[in-house]
C-alpha cells in the first residue's frame, strides 16, 4: 500500500471543488438578462435624443403629464411590448413626436420605461409641382384648399400623407378622377431640425360623364331616374364633370327614392363605369362544306386603338378554314391581350362569343382597365397577424403583392399598420413602370369575422391630356314591393287615438317606407306634445309578412303625464314692459284656466315674438315648476329675450325713371310707448323715455324731383290690453304729373278686432278725410283733369277683413295674406263704392344647408268702383312699384284725347294726340316672383313676372284681359337697415299699349314689399 505525505495544494484542491459545485447549482441574479413582459413599472421617463451626438435630455414640452395621459403604459401598471408598439404609433400620430424607442430596463424592484423622442423636423418649404410630363397644376389653389402644412409645422409621416390625400381629394372633386400625388420631404443640411416638403401631382385628364344607362328598373323610368341625380350627362353647350364622390351619393338618391315607394329590398349599384369606351364587334360568316363548318367572311367594325388590320392578320379565325367556337375565344384573348398593353381592358360581362345559323359574333367592349387587389390579414387573439394573402387581378403576382406588405406572421394589427400596408401596394401600383401607372381609385378596409380586409382598385390611367367621356352605369335590383298592413296605436286613450291617426301619413295600404314611418313617429310625438304631454316617448317597429309583401306597424306610447303652464317668467327686457311680451305670446288667452303645455304653439310664440321686431333674439326654455296639484303637472316657461334697436334715423337718396331723384329722412321707432314720459333729460336723450310699449312711430318726409310728402303714423296693437288695434295717419303730399299737379292733405283712424287661437283674421273699420286740390293743369290736359279742377273735400269709409298667415319676414317663406275691403267714397258731388281684394301666398321650394330658402310667390289683385263717377285722382290705376314693374306709375289707364282749351272755359279743339291716363273704374294686375339668398337675413335677388290692366267701365273685364300689359325683370331687396325695407327693381315690358311710359329702373325706402 503507497501512501503520500500532507500537500497544502492538494488539500485547498479538495476543498475548492465542492464550493463551485454549489456556485453552479444557484440561480442567476446580478447581470442576467431578463424579459420585462409583465413586470410592474416603477419609473416612466420621457426623454429627446440629439441625432448628432445621441445624448438624451428629458422632455419639457409637451409636458410630461400631458405625455403620461397619451400613454397606456403607467406606473404600477405591467409591461407589455404590445402597449409599447402601440403608444409609438399613437404618439407619432397624435402628438406630431417621433417615438424611436420605448426602452425598458429592470431594476431591482420593476421595471424603468423609457420613451425615447426625434422630434419631428418643422417646414421651411413646401413645393407643389406637376409629375414630369404632366399637366401644370393650379399650386395657389391646392395651397388654399387642399394642403394644410404651413411653414414651421412639424411634418408628420400622417399629416404628410393626409394632405397628399386632400390633394388627390381636391383634384378629384374637380373632375380629374385619375388624379396622383407623391409625398416626401428632405432635410435642410443647413438648418437643423427643418425640411422641405414636395408633392408632386399629376391630376391626369378632366373626366366628363358623356352617357348614362340604368338597366334592371322597372318601376320608374330611365328618366325619372336620372332626374334623381346631380351627375348628369355632359353636352355641347354646359362643361359638367364626373365626380366619383357625387355620383355614389345619386346612388343613394335613387335608392332612397325607390325605399319611399315601397321597394324596401332595392339594391342599386354602379357597374364599372367605362372610360372612352370602344366596342370591337367581329362578324363571321361560315357554312358547311363537305361536313365541315368553313369561315367564308371576317368583318371587324368599331376597332380604333388596334387596327382592322393587325387584328384580322393575327386572328386565328381566318377566311378558308374550319370554324370554330373555341378558335375565336383564343382570338378574344388575344385581343384583350394586345389591347391591355395600350392601357386598355375587358370586363368579363362586356365580352361575349356566340355562333348560331352560319354566323358567329364576338363582342368585347374596351375601357381604361380596372384592378382589384384583396388583401387577407389574419388575426390571432392576441392581435397578431397570421399568414397574409393577397389576390389581384392586375398584372402582378398575388406573391408580388403579398411580399410588400409591411406586415409578417406575429406583428401586431393596428389601423395604422393596416394603413401603411395599403400605402404600400399604392404606391407599388402607382410607380411601376412598365406596364404604365396606375391610379388609385378607392380603398376600403373593413374588420371581417377572422381579420382584416384591405380592398384597393386601381385604373389604368390614360395617356391622353384631352378631357375623357365617361359612361356610367347604373344597376337597379328592384324586388318585391312592400305596402303597409295593420296600423296599431297602443298605450293612449280612444280619443287621442284617433286624433292620431288623422294626422298619420302612411296607412293601411299605402307603400311601405321606412323614413316615412319615422316621420309619422315624429308626427305621433308632435301631436302627444300639443296636447300637453310633454315628456310623450313614441317607438315604431315594422313586423314584415315576407310572403304577403306587408309590413305591419305597431305605434308604442309611452305618453307620461299632461302638463300645463304654471307661469311665464321674463328676462331681458330692459325696456319692454313685461306685459307686451305676454300680450304677445297669448299666454292663458287660449282657454280659461290652466293652459295646456304645447311645444308647436310655444314655438309659434317664440316667432311670434321674433316677428314683432323688437327683440333680436327669442328662447324660450320649459323649466320645473314648484307648483303642486292633485293629477296636475305645471311646468314654467323662462322667455329670454335680447332686445334689439328698434328707434331710428334714417337718412336716405334713390332715384327712378319714373320718380326722377329723391331724398328720404325718416324716425321709425317699432317699439313706442306715447305714456312713457321722460323723468328726466338723459332718460329722453338714452332712448329709454317714449320706449317699450309695442307701438309703432313713424315720423317722415320725402323729397323728389316729381313729389314731395310728409307724414306721420302712430298705430297701437293692443288697445287697453285687448285685441284691438287703433291706427292714426296724417300725411301731405304733392305729385307733379304729367298735366297736373294734386296736393292732398289726408288725415285717417283706423280700428281693428283680431279674431282666432293666433289672431290671423282681422275685420277693420278706416274713416278717412282727404282735402284735395288740382291745379297747374296744362291747357292741352284731357277734359276730365279740367272738370275736376280746384279744391275737393272727400270723405269716406272703409271695412275690411285681412287674414294674414306669412311667416319669416322680412322675407317671407310661408303663409299667405288676402284682403277684402268695401270703401264709400261720399262728398256733396261724388257718391261711390270702391271694392278691392288681393291676396298674395309665399312657399319654399328649397333649403340649403345654412337654412337659406328658395322662395316662389303668387300675388294678384282685383278692383271696381261701383256708383258715381269718382274724381281723377280717386280713380284705379296700375302701373309702378307695388303693381306691374317696368311700367311708370299711374300710366296702366285708359286714356282721353287731349282738348286745347284757351283761355278755360272758352272755345275748345281737339288735338291728335293718344291722350293721358285718366283712371278707370276696374283693375285686375297680379305676378309671380322667385326670391333667392344673396346674403342670408339681409340681401335677396328677386326674379318677377307682372300682368295688369285697368278698364274704363266697373265691368270691364273683356277690355281689361284684351288691354293687359306684361313685364319681367329682376331686382333685389335689403332689410334691416335702420329697420327700414328697401328695393330695387329693373322691369321691362314685354306686352304694352301705344302710349305706355316704361319704368326700367324702380327703386323703394320705406314701403312693404309689393
Not at 468 to 482: F, N, S, T
Not at 537 to 542: F, K, R, Y
Request: neutral net charge; aromatic residues 8%; proline residues 6%.
Amino acid at each position: 500500500m503507497t501512501t503520500f505525505p500532507a500537500c497544502p495544494c492538494r488539500l485547498t484542491l479538495l476543498l475548492l471543488i465542492p464550493a463551485l459545485l454549489l456556485l453552479a447549482g444557484l440561480p442567476r441574479t446580478a447581470g442576467a438578462a431578463e424579459s420585462p413582459e409583465g413586470r410592474e413599472i416603477t419609473e416612466v421617463r420621457f426623454v429627446y435624443r440629439d441625432p448628432a451626438t445621441g445624448a438624451e435630455q428629458p422632455v419639457l414640452s409637451p409636458s410630461p403629464r400631458l405625455l403620461a395621459q397619451a400613454v397606456r403604459l403607467e406606473v404600477g401598471g405591467p409591461f407589455s411590448e404590445e402597449d409599447a408598439e402601440a403608444d409609438r404609433e399613437e404618439l407619432a400620430r397624435e402628438h406630431g413626436m417621433s417615438c424611436l424607442e420605448v426602452r425598458p430596463e429592470t431594476v431591482p424592484d420593476g421595471v424603468r420605461v423609457t420613451y425615447v423622442f426625434e422630434q419631428a423636423p418643422r417646414a421651411w418649404a413646401i413645393e407643389i409641382r406637376p409629375e414630369e410630363g404632366a399637366a401644370r397644376v393650379r399650386t395657389g389653389r391646392l395651397m388654399e384648399h387642399a394642403v394644410t402644412l404651413r411653414q414651421d409645422d412639424r411634418v408628420t409621416p400622417a399629416r404628410l400623407e393626409a394632405d397628399r390625400s386632400r390633394i388627390v381629394h381636391y383634384l378629384r372633386r374637380q373632375g380629374y378622377y385619375f388624379a396622383t400625388a407623391r409625398a416626401r420631404h428632405t432635410p435642410l443640411p443647413a438648418r437643423v431640425g427643418y425640411t422641405t416638403v414636395h408633392f408632386r401631382v399629376d391630376r391626369g385628364p378632366r373626366v366628363r360623364p358623356k352617357y348614362i344607362s340604368v338597366s334592371g328598373n322597372k318601376a320608374f323610368s330611365d328618366r325619372e331616374l336620372t332626374r334623381l341625380m346631380e351627375t348628369q350627362v355632359d353636352t355641347f353647350w354646359t362643361r359638367r364633370r364626373f365626380v366619383d364622390v357625387i355620383y355614389r351619393e345619386d346612388l343613394d338618391a335613387i335608392e332612397e327614392h325607390y325605399q319611399a315607394g315601397g321597394w324596401n329590398d332595392v339594391a342599386v349599384t354602379a357597374r364599372p363605369t367605362l372610360f372612352d369606351p370602344e366596342e370591337v364587334m367581329i362578324f363571321v360568316q361560315y357554312e358547311q362544306r363537305e361536313g365541315r363548318d368553313v369561315v367564308t367572311s371576317v368583318r371587324i367594325t368599331g376597332a380604333r386603338t388596334v387596327s382592322r388590320r393587325t387584328i384580322r392578320d393575327r386572328m386565328l379565325t381566318r377566311p378558308g378554314q374550319e370554324f370554330s367556337v373555341e378558335r375565336l375565344r383564343r382570338d378574344l384573348q388575344w385581343l384583350k391581350a394586345r389591347y391591355y398593353e395600350h392601357g386598355l381592358g375587358a370586363l368579363p360581362e362586356d365580352a361575349t362569343v356566340a355562333a348560331a345559323g352560319g354566323t358567329a359574333v364576338l363582342n368585347v367592349v374596351f375601357s381604361y382597365a380596372r384592378e382589384t387587389v384583396v388583401v387577407d390579414i389574419p388575426i390571432d387573439e392576441d392581435g397578431r397577424a397570421g399568414r397574409i394573402e393577397a389576390r389581384t387581378t392586375g398584372p402582378f403576382t398575388n406573391e408580388q403583392i403579398a411580399a410588400i406588405v409591411p406586415l409578417a406572421a406575429g406583428d401586431p394589427v393596428t389601423d395604422t399598420s393596416a394603413l401603411h400596408a395599403a400605402q404600400a401596394i399604392a404606391r407599388f401600383y402607382v410607380r411601376s413602370e412598365p406596364p404604365e401607372r396606375h391610379a388609385l381609385v378607392d380603398y376600403r378596409m373593413r374588420t371581417t369575422p377572422d381579420g382584416r380586409r384591405l380592398t384597393l382598385e386601381f385604373i389604368r390611367r390614360p395617356e391622353t391630356v384631352r378631357p375623357v367621356d365617361a359612361h356610367l352605369r347604373i344597376q337597379v335590383d328592384e324586388g318585391p314591393r312592400y305596402r303597409v298592413g295593420a296600423v296599431s296605436i297602443a298605450g293612449i286613450e280612444p280619443a287621442e287615438e284617433a286624433r292620431i291617426r288623422d294626422r298619420l301619413r302612411v296607412g293601411e295600404g299605402d307603400p311601405y317606407s321606412p323614413a316615412g314611418i319615422s316621420r309619422d313617429a315624429s308626427i305621433v310625438r308632435s301631436t302627444l306634445q300639443e296636447r300637453g304631454y310633454a315628456e310623450a316617448e313614441v317607438s315604431e317597429t315594422a313586423t314584415p309578412r315576407p310572403e304577403e309583401h306587408l309590413f305591419d306597424i305597431r305605434y308604442e306610447i309611452k305618453p307620461g303625464p299632461v302638463y300645463y303652464i304654471n307661469v311665464v317668467r321674463i328676462s331681458g327686457n330692459e325696456k319692454t314692459r313685461a306685459e307686451v311680451i305676454e300680450r304677445e305670446m297669448m299666454v292663458g288667452r287660449r282657454e280659461p284656466g290652466p293652459e295646456r303645455f304645447d311645444v308647436r304653439r310655444i314655438a309659434q310664440q317664440a316667432e311670434r315674438l321674433r316677428r314683432t321686431g323688437y327683440f333680436e333674439d327669442v328662447e324660450i326654455t320649459p323649466i320645473p315648476s314648484p307648483r303642486r296639484e292633485d293629477d296636475m303637472h305645471f311646468k314654467d316657461l323662462h322667455v329670454e329675450v335680447r332686445e334689439a334697436v328698434t328707434r331710428r334715423l334714417f337718412l336716405g337718396a334713390g332715384a327712378g325713371t319714373g320718380v326722377g331723384l329723391f331724398g328720404d329722412i325718416r324716425l321709425r321707432d317699432t317699439n313706442f310707448d306715447i305714456t312713457d314720459h321722460p323723468r328726466s333729460w338723459s332718460d329722453f336723450i338714452s332712448g329709454k323715455a317714449y320706449a317699450g310699449g309695442g307701438q309703432q312711430l313713424d315720423i317722415y318726409a320725402r323729397v323728389g324731383s316729381q313729389f314731395l310728402e310728409t307724414g306721420v303714423g302712430w298705430h297701437e296693437p293692443w288697445l287697453r290690453d285687448r285685441p284691438v288695434e287703433l291706427g292714426v295717419r296724417a300725411f301731405y303730399r304733392t305729385e307733379y304729373r304729367d298735366t297736373y299737379d294734386l296736393d292732398r292733405l289726408v288725415g285717417e283712424v283706423t280700428l281693428g278686432r283680431r279674431f282666432g287661437i293666433d289672431q290671423e283674421l282681422t275685420a277693420y273699420l278706416r274713416a278717412r278725410a282727404q282735402r284735395a286740390q288740382v291745379k297747374s293743369i296744362d291747357r292741352d290736359a284731357p277734359t276730365d283733369v279740367w272738370d275736376d279742377r280746384g279744391w275737393h273735400t272727400i270723405p269716406s269709409v272703409a271695412a275690411g277683413l285681412t287674414r294674414d298667415t306669412i311667416t319669416g319676414r322680412p322675407f317671407p317663406t310661408a303663409g299667405s295674406r288676402y284682403t277684402l275691403e268695401a270703401e264709400l267714397i261720399g262728398s256733396p258731388s261724388f257718391d261711390a263704392v270702391k271694392l278691392r281684394a288681393e291676396g298674395r301666398t309665399y312657399k319654399t321650394i328649397y333649403e340649403a344647408e345654412d337654412e337659406s330658402k328658395h322662395v316662389v310667390s303668387l300675388w294678384g289683385g282685383l278692383a271696381s268702383i261701383v256708383g258715381s263717377d269718382v274724381p281723377v285722382f280717386e280713380r284705379l290705376y296700375a302701373g309702378g312699384l307695388g303693381s306691374v314693374r317696368g311700367f311708370e306709375g299711374y300710366t296702366i289707364s285708359p286714356r282721353n284725347s287731349r282738348i286745347y282749351q284757351n283761355p278755360p272755359g272758352g272755345a275748345t279743339q281737339p288735338v291728335v294726340g293718344s291722350g293721358d291716363p285718366i283712371g278707370g273704374r276696374f283693375l285686375v294686375q297680379g305676378g309671380v316672383e322667385y326670391m333667392f339668398p344673396i346674403i342670408k337675413d339681409r340681401l335677396q335677388g328677386v326674379a318677377f313676372v307682372d300682368v295688369g290692366s285697368v278698364a274704363k267701365k266697373s265691368t270691364g273685364v273683356g277690355d281689361a284681359v284684351s288691354d293687359l300689359r306684361v313685364s319681367t325683370g329682376i331686382g333685389a331687396r335689403f332689410a334691416h337697415m335702420g329697420q327700414v325695407p328697401i328695393a330695387v327693381y329693373l322691369g321691362f315690358p314685354v306686352r304694352r299699349v301705344s302710349g305706355d311710359k316704361r319704368e326700367v329702373f324702380s327703386f323703394s325706402i320705406g314701403l312693404h314689399w309689393p
